[in-house]
T-cell receptor
Framework: KNEVEQSPQNLTAQEGEFITINCSYS?????LHWLQQHPGGGIVSLFM???GKKKHGRLIATINIQEKHSSLHITASHPRDSAVYIC??????????FGKGTRLHILP | KAGVTQTPRYLIKTRGQQVTLSCSPI?????VSWYQQTPGQGLQFLFE???????NKGNFPGRFSGRQFSNSRSEMNVSTLELGDSALYLC??????????????FGPGTRLTVL
């Protein structure tokens, strides 16, 4: 079993829909990151969380440390949000472990 | 402020050769991390450097090595290349190391193909 699990693996939605991507982890962590990777490979760091909730524009990230779970939400989704979203955790040994990613496709 | 730059962007090598990839962090950033991304394994952590010292290393064989210079620029080297080393190699810089609370800024990556 992977130490960081994401669901769903693939998600197709219509423009305007509310999107939720989930990340569960099985190790103790000091921080959790959400990354966005567009076709062509460029990666952008969206959020870094150690507790609670963060919001940036239409993106919201939450983390529940007790349940070892984080969610990334996208409100009013747009085709430009189409990308791979990757959850990564920094464990107690300070190593970063990545989920396999969620491929999101927003249809116009 | 210029972003993280990586050179070269694309590279083709043959099995058994060795390769050196370069990463220039954002000005003022002292921490550089390297990652390998393949379709099968996804993103995997290679190593992290801070102030010329390797502070963390992932589970890769000794053929993978790196170093950081006094200007924070970093290089990674892969010796005796294998077909499975074909991947996108990404580097990321952050302001300081020794902390879990620093945002990382990624470079565009070097796509290595081993024939």
């Amino acid at each position: 079993k992977n130490e960081v699990e994401q669901s769903p693996q693939n998600l197709t939605a219509q423009e305007g829909e509310f999107i939720t991507i989930n990340c569960s982890y099985s190790v103790g962590i000091s921080a959790l990151h959400w990354l966005q990777q567009h076709p062509g490979g460029g990666i952008v760091s969206l959020f870094m969380l150690s507790s609670g909730k963060k919001k940036h524009g239409r993106l919201i990230a939450t983390i529940n440390i007790q349940e070892k779970h984080s969610s990334l939400h996208i409100t009013a989704s747009h085709p430009r949000d189409s990308a791979v979203y990757i959850c990564a955790v920094r464990n107690r040994d300070d190593k970063i472990i990545f989920g396999k990613g969620t491929r999101l496709h927003i249809l116009p | 402020k210029a972003g993280v730059t990586q050179t070269p962007r694309y590279l083709i090598k043959t099995r058994g050769q060795q390769v050196t990839l370069s990463c220039s962090p954002i000005s003022g950033h002292r921490s550089v991390s390297w990652y390998q991304q393949t379709p099968g394994q996804g993103l995997q952590f290679l190593f992290e450097y801070f102030s010329e010292t390797q502070r963390n290393k992932g589970n890769f064989p000794g053929r993978f090595s790196g170093r950081q210079f006094s200007n924070s620029r970093s290089e990674m080297n892969v010796s005796t290349l294998e077909l499975g080393d074909s991947a996108l190699y990404l580097c990321a810089s952050s302001l300081v190391g020794q902390s879990s609370y620093n945002e990382q800024f990624f470079g565009p990556g070097t796509r290595l193909t081993v024939l």
